[in-house]
């Protein structure tokens, strides 16, 4: 599973590009990957969110966490910030031995984790690119 940067700027006109970036690097959730015999387990760092306003949706290949926080969200006049609660959106591309069907997600403690199953016997072939 791998964090796919290129997907947070699709469709933006380039001069605008990195402005956007530099803004969502600040509203971004920081993310942990590890994996496991039977599984790959995603710990993005949330706190102070509610749990109903994540969503995580599959499509093909790509695996996007996100929030939204609610209407009416409050934003009081910082002295001083190191995170924000606000929205944001993160997509990773999951390796084809991820089984997309049997994802699971809880939020607990300011962390939403996220367990995406590997398929027995499946196995990403490795390769070595030569370089030219």
């Not at 699709?10 to 015999?37: C, D």
């Not at 001083?80 to 031995?97: A, K, W």
Request: glycine share 6%; aromatic share 10%; hydrophobic share 30%.
């Amino acid at each position: 599973m791998y964090y796919n940067q290129s997907c947070a700027a699709k469709g933006e006109r380039q001069e605008h590009r990195y402005r956007q970036l530099a803004v969502r690097s600040i509203q971004r959730a920081p993310v942990s990957i590890y994996k496991t015999e039977k599984s790959y387990e995603m710990l993005v760092f949330a706190p102070g969110r509610i749990k109903e306003h994540f969503k995580l949706d599959v499509k093909g290949d790509e695996l996007t966490v996100s929030y939204t926080p609610p209407e009416g969200f409050t934003r009081p006049e910082w002295i001083h910030r190191e995170y924000s609660r606000g929205g944001f959106i993160r997509t990773f591309t999951l390796d084809e031995d991820a089984d997309t069907q049997n994802i699971t997600a809880k939020y607990a403690d300011g962390v939403l984790q996220v367990s995406v199953p590997i398929i027995p016997g499946k196995v990403t072939p490795q390769q070595t690119v030569p370089i030219k």
